[in-house]
């Protein structure tokens, strides 16, 4: 069996501080912003998938949610559990698994937590995931990379030292899948520590657009950007998309 680099490497502390120290007020802001758009009843029931330590999800729980937050990674959920509340609920879980069938509102998945996964049965069947876990007429909102733009953007190495850990970061990418080698190392000497590679897959919007479509699941908006800009193809940073599950 291939090996899931996602589940090591999530669970390495290291993640929390490359990730989790940096765009606490953006995410905060973004969650914001979305919220105000989507406009949920009080006390929605919600599913944020791939939820890491639950920052996400505290926020959405903060505002008045019924949160849920599951994540592949044992070692988040055990953190994340440390803050559940009566609104605010972890489970350690497979998104490519069944979950709860049509039981919440709304679905998220934020900060490019999907496209990790070998095979496109394995990310088909998360989408298949999501949607079953909806409600007919529930909202799956994902926040993904925008394609074109990362290939423009590449940055190819990057050395930076967080918490005084450096990490000496490479990327690339091929037909198929963005690539990025963080190796940490020991005392500055290149006495190699770890090492770990992330693996995205390169989805367009027409991607998501087929994968949800499969699954009843119908596009009713696409952002930009965290400030709900318009989505422009070559020039957008990110892929924000809005689906709806279709009644039958």
């Given at each position: 069996?291939?090996?899931?680099?996602?589940?090591?490497?999530?669970?390495?502390?290291?993640?929390?501080?490359?990730y989790y120290k940096r765009n606490e007020q953006e995410a905060a802001a973004f969650i914001q912003l979305l919220?105000?758009?989507?406009?949920?009843?009080?006390?929605?029931?919600?599913?944020?998938?791939?939820?890491?330590?639950?920052?996400?999800?505290?926020?959405l729980a903060d505002m008045g949610f019924d949160v849920t937050g599951i994540d592949i990674s044992e070692t988040a959920i055990t953190e994340a559990k440390k803050t559940e509340t009566e609104n605010l609920?972890?489970?350690?879980?497979?998104?490519?698994?069944?979950?709860?069938?049509?039981?919440?509102?709304?679905a998220f998945n934020f900060?490019?937590?999907?496209?990790?996964?070998?095979?496109?049965?394995?990310?088909?069947n998360s989408i298949r995931t999501i949607a079953q876990s909806l409600k007919?007429?529930?909202?799956?909102?994902?926040?993904y990379l925008n394609v074109h733009y990362?290939?423009?953007?590449?940055?190819?190495?990057?050395?930076?030292?967080l918490d005084s850990t450096p990490?000496?970061?490479?990327?690339?990418?091929?037909?198929?899948?963005?690539?990025k080698q963080i190796q940490i190392e020991k005392n500055g000497r290149h006495n190699l520590k770890h090492l770990y590679t992330e693996k995205v897959a390169k989805f367009s919007l027409g991607?998501?657009?087929?994968?949800?479509?499969?699954?009843?699941?119908?596009?009713q908006d696409v952002f930009g950007d965290y400030h709900l800009g318009h989505y422009n193809v070559r020039k957008s940073p990110r892929m924000i998309i809005i689906a709806k599950k279709i009644m039958h």
């Open positions: 069996m291939m090996k899931e680099w996602y589940k090591e490497w999530f669970s390495s502390p290291y993640y929390d501080i490359l919220i105000n758009h989507l406009n949920p009843a009080p006390g929605s029931l919600m599913l944020d998938v791939a939820c890491g330590k639950g920052r996400h999800s505290r926020v609920h972890f489970f350690s879980h497979d998104m490519r698994l069944p979950f709860f069938i049509n039981y919440f509102d709304y900060f490019t937590s999907f496209g990790y996964f070998h095979t496109n049965r394995e990310h088909n007919p007429g529930g909202l799956f909102v994902i926040d990362a290939e423009d953007h590449l940055v190819k190495n990057e050395l930076m030292t990490f000496n970061i490479s990327r690339w990418h091929n037909e198929t899948h963005f690539f991607d998501f657009t087929d994968m949800l479509a499969y699954q009843n699941m119908q596009v």
